[in-house]
């Protein structure tokens, strides 16, 4: 900016004097627009633009599209509605009305078996807001896990069942059995000794 100024409005203090241009601009930044540095967010971008910048980055990237190209083909072949039709991306969203499943029912009972969705509204919803017709799924997590495409399939297979046995504890409970002891082969973390 060069020389401070006064500023051109005619701004002044309580007391009258007038307030520097810089002080205007720096009122404009903080705390409204930027908050204080933090230095946890900083390095968290620090560690995402280094982590991008890794060649393994778009092996990893494509690997979601992949995973979730592969889930929502599998939820279509099993009678499910993709609201946009399919996915290019790590996301889809489920109407559930053709399997007579409230969003949130299917979310309680996929929880129940280990499974995690969130209940979403689909357009259009005829439920209201805290139930929903839909849930989203995707693939980001399990990717970073290590899946690919035959692994995200059994999880839809097992999905579909969950969802079509919404109101089967014992079933839920099998088939929490069986996602527990699959994922052991996609552990959280490494183990260092």
């Known amino acids: 900016m060069g020389k401070d100024f006064d500023n051109p409005w005619g701004r002044t203090t309580k007391k009258g004097a007038p307030i520097q241009m810089s002080s205007i601009l720096d009122s404009g930044v903080f705390p409204g627009m930027q908050g204080g540095p933090l230095e946890h967010v900083i390095a968290a971008k620090a560690v995402a633009f280094g982590e991008a910048l890794q060649p393994d980055f778009k092996t990893y990237g494509l690997q979601v599209i992949r995973n979730a190209q592969a889930m929502a083909d599998e939820f279509q072949s099993r009678g499910f509605r993709i609201i946009s039709g399919g996915t290019d ?63 995200c399939r059994q999880v839809v297979e097992w999905i579909d069942e969950v969802i079509t046995h919404s109101d089967d504890a014992a079933l839920h409970g099998k088939i929490r059995a069986a996602v527990n002891q699959f994922m052991l082969r996609f552990p959280l973390y490494e183990r260092v000794e």
């Open 89 to 151: 991306n790590h996301l889809m969203l489920l109407d559930l009305q053709s399997k007579n499943v409230n969003g949130k029912v299917a979310e309680n009972a996929l929880g129940a078996a280990d499974i995690t969705v969130n209940k979403n509204m689909i357009p259009f919803d005829p439920q209201p807001p805290m139930t929903t017709s839909g849930i989203r799924v995707g693939s980001a997590a399990i990717t970073t896990r290590g899946m690919k495409e035959d692994d």
